[in-house]
C-alpha cells in the first residue's frame, strides 16, 4: 500500500472468509505492513455480526495496536439457514429478509459504529466494505435476488452516511463500498458459472490496488474490483 504511512497497521474483518483470507495474506506479505490483525466469527475473540457486544469486545483488545491505517470488513452472507437468494417474490419471506439485514447491513454498520477508536486522526486511513453489483438500484435490470439485493442496497446507505459523520473527525479518513467482483468462493459458487470467476488472491489485489488510489473526493463511494464508479 504505497498511499498509507510506513509503516501501517491493518485491520480484516471477515479474515476466514474466502476473500478475507486473501486480503489478510496480502497486507501480511507486504512489507510496509508492521501488524495486520483479522477477525472473524471464528477467531479469538470471535466477531459475530448478529451480536453488537461481540463487536465492540473484539474491537476493543485491539486498542493497544491502533491506530490502524487500512480497515477492510469482508462479510456477507448469500445462503442463510441453508437457502439460497430468491429468484421470485412468492419465494420470499421475512425471516430471510430479517436474517439477509442482519448478516449483509446492519452488522457491518455496527462494526463502523465502534471501531472509530482505533482510527489515525491526522494520518491517511482507508477503510473499505465489501458490498455488491447487485446492490445497486439503478444497476438492476434483472430482478430477483430479493434479500440480498435489499440488504446490499441497505448497507451502501449506511455506508454513505457514516461517510459523512465520520469525515468531521477524521478529515483523512477514506471510506468506500467495494464490489469485489465475482469471486470464486462459497457464498457465489453455486450460483454462478465457474469460467468468469475470480480466484480469491487476484480479488485481493485488485481490492487494494483501488483502495490505495482513492483520494478525499472518493469518501462515500462505490468502486468496483476495475476501479469503476457504480451508481447507487
Keep these: 500500500m504505497k498511499s498509507l504511512p510506513s509503516p501501517y497497521n491493518a485491520l480484516i474483518i471477515g479474515s476466514t472468509g474466502g476473500i478475507g483470507s486473501a486480503l ?67 419465494d420470499l419471506t421475512a425471516d430471510q429478509l430479517m436474517a439477509s439485514l442482519a448478516i449483509n447491513a446492519i452488522g457491518p ?36 435476488w430479493y434479500s440480498y439485493r435489499a440488504s446490499k442496497a441497505a448497507l451502501n446507505m449506511l455506508i454513505r452516511s457514516s461517510a459523512i459523520e465520520l469525515s468531521r473527525k477524521f478529515p483523512h479518513f477514506v471510506l468506500s463500498a467495494l464490489h469485489p467482483g465475482t469471486v470464486k468462493t462459497s457464498l457465489s459458487s453455486p450460483y454462478v458459472t465457474q469460467h468468469n470467476q475470480f480466484e480469491p488472491a487476484t480479488s485481493a489485489h485488485h481490492l487494494l490496488d483501488v483502495l490505495d488510489t482513492l483520494s478525499a473526493q472518493d469518501h462515500g463511494g462505490f468502486r468496483a474490483w476495475d476501479g469503476q464508479s457504480i451508481e447507487w
Design 24 to 90: 489478510l495474506d496480502a497486507v501480511r506479505r507486504d512489507p510496509a505492513c508492521a501488524f495486520a490483525a483479522g477477525l472473524s466469527r471464528s477467531t479469538s475473540p470471535a466477531l459475530d455480526l448478529r451480536d453488537e457486544l461481540s463487536i465492540s469486545s473484539a474491537l476493543k483488545t485491539l486498542e493497544p495496536h491502533a491506530p490502524f491505517h487500512l480497515i477492510i470488513i469482508a462479510t456477507g452472507a448469500l445462503t442463510l439457514n441453508g437457502i439460497g437468494p430468491e429468484k421470485r417474490l412468492n
Design 109 to 144: 454498520a455496527l462494526i463502523l459504529k465502534h471501531l472509530t477508536h482505533l482510527l489515525p486522526r491526522q494520518e491517511r486511513c482507508l477503510c473499505g466494505v465489501l458490498s455488491a453489483r447487485v446492490g445497486s438500484i439503478g444497476d438492476n435490470k434483472t430482478g430477483g
